[in-house]
């Protein structure tokens, strides 16, 4: 097999998994490699290798994503295989046949992968807005900022992070496998929420601190070795907390993703990040970062505005390398450091 053909036939796969994995739009994903659509030497059987790093894939054996998606996804995916192979595939029907009679169920699972080979699975709604929220499902912004916290691990990395309106989880639970922080909190105000929050931590294999009042007063030991950063979720509510409930949490790092929704939102993330820029600890407040996807231009300005308003400075993150998750290219995302 010819180096390019070995790269692309890697590509090719690589892009169905992590695309297939996270649910993505079909269109997105690598139907086509260097102009010759499934069709390549180094595979003369390319769609049921696709097929084994999706549907078969183990994490979504075990954490199955929307039968919706799936029926979808196959039924494409079959389209593919009829068009340049001959005899069709037993295997993609049967398959196919499985998902057409199965009952869509309310939550699917969305998977990944991290560049370390662990990986990030999330329970998350079908529907993207459930039960009065667009927080149970994740947002580009979330994947963006944590593909730029994978790749500046440092300004984690033994420190206490506070996220404010946590979401499905995916920006923390990347963080804390890969970043190595001290201790993480999540938080978000909506119940259901906070509920699917707490499930997605302990599907993820951490373990969460029974009293979050009583940790954030008495955080006890915790060594730089630790494997594990020490993880809790709170019920955060922006207009009602208080700073020294804030300051409580004693956190070095603040952030927050995909957050900006409307000017009520606006106006009570600062509120907040105010009250944040009271909390010392060591003599310094904490660094503050704020991720969004620009869809509104106004509601933008007016945070920068707001900001402003409330003596937070900020500058806009450099754009980061990599790109480890997928997620909308057309998307226009930016990262804000504030200094509180």
């Known amino acids: ?134 927080g149970l499902v994740t947002w580009n912004a979330a994947l963006y900022l944590a593909e730029w916290a994978v790749e500046n691990p440092a300004v984690f990395t033994h420190r206490t992070a506070l996220e404010l309106g946590s979401g499905a989880g995916l920006t923390g639970l990347a963080i804390c496998k890969t970043c190595r922080p001290r201790a993480y909190v999540f938080s978000d105000c909506h119940s259901r929420v906070l509920e699917q929050l707490r499930g997605n931590v302990l599907l993820n294999g951490f373990s969460l601190d029974p009293s979050i009042d009583a940790w954030a007063q008495h955080p006890g030991p915790h060594t730089p070795e630790a494997e594990r950063p020490r993880v809790a979720v709170a019920q955060l509510d922006w207009d009602t907390v208080t700073a020294p409930q804030l300051a409580a949490f004693q956190p070095d790092v603040v952030l927050a993703a995909d957050v900006l929704y409307c000017p009520e939102t606006v106006l009570s993330l600062v509120g907040v990040l105010r009250k944040l820029s009271t909390c010392q600890k060591d003599q310094r407040a904490p660094d503050a970062y704020v991720a969004f996807t620009i869809r509104n231009p106004e509601t933008c300005q007016l945070f920068t505005t707001e900001l402003g308003r409330a003596g937070i400075p900020w500058e806009e993150v450099p754009r980061h390398n990599q790109k480890l998750f997928p997620y909308e290219e057309h998307s226009e995302m930016t990262i804000l450091k504030l200094t509180l």
């Open 1 to 134: 097999m010819a180096p390019e053909e070995r790269a692309d036939a890697a590509r090719l796969l690589r892009g169905f998994e992590r695309s297939f994995l996270a649910a993505r739009a079909l269109r997105s994903f690598p139907w086509q490699v260097g102009g010759k659509g499934l069709r390549m030497k180094s595979h003369p059987q390319p769609t049921l290798c696709s097929f084994s790093q999706t549907v078969k894939h183990p994490l979504c054996v075990k954490h199955p994503p929307s039968v919706k998606y799936s029926r979808s996804f196959l039924s494409e995916l079959i389209r593919k295989h009829e068009a340049v192979h001959t005899e069709p595939s037993d295997e993609l029907y049967q398959a196919l046949a499985e998902v057409l009679t199965a009952e869509e169920p309310a939550h699917c699972h969305r998977s990944y992968l991290l560049p370390s080979g662990d990986s990030v699975t999330l329970c998350e709604s079908t529907a993207i807005v459930s039960h009065g929220t667009t």
